[in-house]
């Protein structure tokens, strides 16, 4: 499948002009020269990252077709000695020479269509999006990202001191090893014609329809125009020891660039049809997914709840709604009764008759990191799961699922402490890290099924991943979806390390690695706060057990909010036309599910 990368390019004009917009706070730096299509732009930046982005002369109010736009931005003031740009006969060099050599300048430049680009740079990232006509890009360890159109791209990536590493949203053709230790990819590429569009143009008699005022024949037109654009494309990479991406956004690149034979946890995210997830396991591995994807029947679509399967009653009936009602921290807020809650059914306000806390049991999945990060730790593992099991309701069903570089189901749900006790006995650790796809198979295989019952995921990890074919942007729709609470407990592996001593002395440098690292503390706050859980980062460990006390009291303040109605649904799921407002500032409601009592 060819994603088109339309989508991608929006988002990265959209960009660059935040970026633009922001130069002006940041104390940047922003400059306006001569480039028209044809023209050649050199930009050399040693010292930061470079983004391109190619525009249409008409695609923006007030642009100029021979006009080019450049935001430089660094982390203080950027002076116009440190940016200098020269055009001579309708080439333009630009280089960035900072003030000093640990000063970092990114820049960002909007240019007209079919330009033709050098960019240079050390450890920068280079991002180029638009319909250019050629790119040619160095960098050391960088890593270039390339956003073009599909319909006749010619390639040539070179590494020059390492193995390849790229992911390309479009069929490349195999890598070839040269001498002296180099690795060239090499080859053309033309996307599909598609011709549903011009077969749309006449209806079946053979007349033209306007519809909203536009015929479809001014729509042909305007499709032939956009056919006659020159949509070309070169690109000549090279680079030392950095990933190239070919139509691939880099926030949705794994961990793990390697192609390798699908895991356990990859083969249940593939059978899921969940097409996000399936999408970024194809980027990662695309001949092991095609060996394993034609091994399955076909998809079969789940049913999805429509509206037509509702209808007025002839008299009113009794429903309840589960309903957690929390704060702009995402803390959940006891307390409350009938006169806080108003409740809506296709706009129209319902009779509440009673509202109480509710006490319904949980589907808790406690996911436990027992990756090499964690090696020699087994018995704190243990420990801090059998607490947890310890302190969730009796009647809450747990399931305890242990990942490494895949994924080990040590028990399935059950209410069975003692059989959940007796579980954690029988698993050692060891390995890579493939947290993310661990999270994702939690969310497709353990939880997909339960739809529509409260369920929670409790993860005991320090947060960094290194091997999972899922990125970490790609599971944040999985997450939405699935309606479960998730509840990161992030704990640094140096601190369980530190436990093991008698404390009277700790060594200096190990303490620096006490902490979390900035994009596992970023990702794990994001993953709270998508699912409408909370993160914990644990910088003591007596703050675990802290932690599971309030994810337990967390659990259970929600309400059943009891009401008349007179639609009827089709019983046990959400209704999407049920509304629930608190009339108290700040606080936010969120249904569960919605069942018929009468």
């Known amino acids: 499948m060819i ?218 037109k305007s499709r032939e125009k956009e056919s006659k654009i020159d949509k070309s494309v070169s690109l000549n990479f090279t680079t030392e020891r950095g990933i190239v991406l070919l139509n691939v956004p880099p926030n949705e690149v794994s961990s793990d660039l390697r192609e390798r034979p699908l895991t356990e946890a990859a083969k249940a995210i593939v059978r899921s049809g969940d097409s996000v997830l399936m999408e970024a396991i194809r980027r990662a591995s695309p001949k092991h997914f095609g060996d394993y994807a034609r091994t399955l029947p076909p998809m079969r679509r789940e049913p999805v709840l429509q509206s037509s399967i509702e209808s007025a009653g002839p008299a009113a009936t009794i429903k309840r709604a589960t309903v957690r009602v929390t704060d702009q921290f995402n803390r959940a807020i006891p307390g409350l009764n009938a006169s806080d809650f108003s409740i809506l059914e296709n706009g129209v306000e319902r009779e509440i008759v009673k509202v109480d806390s509710t006490s319904s049991p949980f589907n808790l999945v406690l996911l436990l990191d027992v990756s090499g990060s964690v090696d020699n730790y087994v018995d704190f593992i243990r420990k801090a799961a059998r607490n947890f099991v310890n302190t969730v309701d009796r009647n809450d069903r747990v399931s305890i699922i242990l990942f490494n570089d895949d994924v080990n189901v040590l028990s399935a749900f059950t209410a069975d402490k003692g059989k959940l006790s007796k579980s954690l006995d029988s698993f050692d650790a060891g390995g890579a890290t493939a947290y993310y796809d661990a999270l994702a198979y939690t969310l497709a295989e353990t939880l997909r099924p339960l739809k529509g019952e409260r369920t929670a995921v409790v993860i005991l990890t320090d947060g960094d991943d290194n091997r999972s074919f899922i990125p970490f942007d790609g599971l944040l729709g999985a997450i939405q979806e699935s309606g479960a609470l998730i509840y990161p407990l992030y704990v640094p592996s140096a601190l369980i390390a530190a436990s093991t001593t008698d404390g009277s002395e700790v060594d200096p440098l190990r303490s620096r690695y006490m902490t979390l690292t900035s994009k596992s503390d970023g990702e794990g706050a994001k993953l709270a706060a998508t699912s409408g859980g909370i993160y914990y980062p644990i910088t003591q460990l007596d703050q675990i057990q802290k932690a599971y006390d309030d994810i337990v009291v967390q659990l259970r303040t929600a309400y059943a909010i009891t009401y008349r109605s007179d639609t009827k649904d089709a019983g046990g799921r959400a209704n999407p036309r049920t509304r629930v407002r608190v009339k108290r500032e700040n606080l936010f409601a969120s249904i569960g599910r919605v069942s018929r009592v009468q």
């Open 3 to 220: 994603l088109s990368s339309g989508f991608y390019r929006t988002a990265a004009i959209l960009a660059i002009y935040l970026t633009a917009t922001a130069v002006c706070a940041a104390q940047g730096n922003r400059r306006e020269f001569t480039a028209s299509a044809g023209g050649t732009i050199e930009v050399i930046n040693l010292s930061g990252r470079v983004e391109v982005q190619a525009r249409t002369a008409e695609g923006d109010e007030g642009a100029v077709s021979d006009s080019a736009t450049l935001s430089a931005v660094s982390s203080g003031r950027v002076d116009d000695s440190e940016i200098k740009i020269e055009t001579v006969s309708g080439r333009t060099r630009v280089e960035v020479t900072p003030a000093s050599p640990s000063k970092r300048i990114d820049l960002s430049i909007l240019v007209p269509e079919r330009v033709r680009l050098k960019v240079q740079t050390g450890d920068g990232e280079v991002r180029i999006a638009g319909n250019i006509e050629d790119a040619h890009v160095s960098t050391v360890t960088g890593t270039i990202a390339a956003d073009v159109p599909t319909e006749d791209v010619k390639y040539q990536l070179l590494w020059t001191m390492s193995r390849p590493r790229y992911l390309s949203d479009f069929e490349v053709e195999k890598v070839k090893e040269k001498s002296g230790g180099k690795f060239e990819l090499k080859g053309k590429y033309k996307a599909p014609v598609d011709e549903t569009a011009a077969s749309n143009d006449i209806d079946v008699s053979g007349s033209e329809t306007a519809v909203g005022g536009v015929g479809k024949e001014s729509k042909k």
